[in-house]
């Protein structure tokens, strides 16, 4: 368990860290916390011939809130928003989902910009990046470009990015104080990958029905979705336990979870339902 | 190819040169023969080789050690004295936190860094912060008593002390 050999670069600025990925020809890595790509290297699932390591780009540690959202720069660490109290208003279903994210060690070292990249299906912030319609900038030498969530993740460890670019930032759109949210996880121990996770959020209109819901869930799939169906359901509609049972139903229906070591597809599809439950109760209260 | 690595460890300057893939667990084990850091899983899941780096405790397994470059790295051995026992070293044996010592050096590591910060915390966040350190004999219940009865000692103004 000794990763391959590799030549290793920790720039100073951006400016620096993209001329290197690009000078390599796809086979270079960028190393953000280090939390996932590490054991990858350990495994030798990943063999790149350079890393460019990006802890050293201060500019890439803000946490900006205003008109347009919430910004979190790709070099956030998880304890870094944990410890952000202006999000707890301003981003309330980010912090509930971060709040599930890996360990006490690993929060310490990992990154927004490092799990989106990496893209786990069952990896809480690419849940909240799909539901919330995020936007995620990348930057290479050919210039910068602004990449919708929903076409970011292709697949488990694949994303749309090309191996010369980086991500810069995630931008959440603004949050309005009045939303009802809800987030719910299943994993057996607390930190430990969901087997199950749903996030979800609806506007009310001044009839009390709900508007505008936007349903997400996690580790269910090759990637994190939405569930238009469980959203068409919510739309137009008071969410009372008729509507919420209606829409466990149509969440468990709508997933295609894999059996893996950890639990059957059936066990799953019920979850993905649960949680969806769980996360609706929890927004109506 | 080695790379220059200049660090801190247990207060003392250390300069080396280290191959680029080399985690700072071996880095301290294999070439610091700091051997108190354990290597479990070395993929980030056991927690054994939790070190401070900086003041926060991260896994040295998941760190290159050309990652630690100007770091303040404090270690077990760091977090220990020859004559006698912290009052968190204290507290393990006191409240049988400890079987086979082989996770215990990432179970104190990480229990000093979370005490340090958070010296009032209730149970439930020991046992959180705990969930990243897997236990293979002990059972980890006594291990949180011991965690919670060290509070104290971190509550004084100056520190744990030793």
Avoid at chain 1, 27 to 42: C, D, K, N, T, W
Wanted: net charge neutral; glycine share 8%; with cysteine.
């Amino acid at each position: 368990m000794k990763s391959p050999a590799f030549d290793y670069a920790c720039p100073t600025t951006l400016v620096e860290a993209v001329s290197l990925l690009a000078s390599c020809k796809g086979e270079a890595r960028a190393l953000a916390g280090g939390q996932s790509l590490v054991p990858m290297l350990a495994f030798r699932i990943a063999a790149p011939t350079l890393l460019v390591d990006l802890n050293k780009l201060i500019e890439l540690r803000y946490i900006k809130i205003d008109n347009d959202g919430v910004r979190l720069g790709a070099m956030v660490r998880w304890r870094q928003i944990e410890n952000d109290v202006r999000l707890v208003r301003t981003h309330p279903l980010l912090v509930a989902a971060v709040k599930h994210v890996a360990h006490y060690q690993i929060r310490n070292r990992g990154t927004v910009g490092g799990s989106l990249a990496h893209a786990d299906p069952a990896a809480e912030l690419s849940g909240i990046a799909v539901t919330c319609e995020a936007e995620i900038t990348a930057i290479s030498a050919a210039g910068q470009r602004v990449i919708r969530a929903t076409d970011f993740f292709l697949g488990p460890l694949t994303t749309a990015l090309t191996p010369e670019e980086i991500i810069v930032e995630l931008r959440l759109p603004p949050w309005p104080t009045q939303r009802r949210w809800g987030f719910e996880e299943f994993a057996r121990r607390r930190g430990d990958f969901a087997m199950a996770a749903a996030a979800l959020y609806y506007d009310t209109r001044p009839d009390g029905k709900a508007s505008n819901a936007h349903v997400g869930v996690m580790g269910v799939g090759d990637r994190p979705q939405r569930l238009a169906e469980v959203e068409a359901i919510l739309n137009g509609s008071v969410i009372e336990p008729e509507t919420i049972a209606a829409a466990e139903r149509a969440a468990a229906a709508a997933v295609n979870p894999s059996e893996d070591i950890h639990a059957s597809a059936a066990y799953r599809r019920a979850l993905a339902g649960t949680m969806v439950e769980r996360a609706l109760k929890r927004a109506a209260a | 190819m080695s790379v220059p690595l200049h660090f801190e460890v247990n207060g003392k300057p250390v300069a080396i040169e280290v191959e680029p893939r080399l985690t700072l667990a071996d880095c301290l084990r294999h070439r610091l023969r700091l051997t108190g850091t354990h290597v479990g899983c070395e993929h980030g899941v056991c927690g054994a080789c939790t070190v401070l780096v900086d003041g926060d405790a991260v896994r040295a397994c998941l760190m290159l050690a050309v990652q630690a470059e100007g770091a303040k790295v404090v270690t077990i051995e760091g977090l220990s004295h020859d004559a006698h026992l912290t009052p968190l070293q204290a507290s393990f044996r006191k409240h049988h936190a400890l079987q086979c010592g082989f996770c215990t050096p990432g179970m104190i590591t990480t229990a000093h860094a979370l005490l340090s910060e958070e010296p009032h915390c209730d149970a439930a966040r020991v046992r959180e912060v705990l969930s990243g350190n897997l236990c293979r004999c002990t059972g980890y219940v006594s291990i949180v008593e011991a965690v919670l009865a060290a509070r104290v000692a971190y509550q004084k103004k100056d520190g744990p002390g030793a």
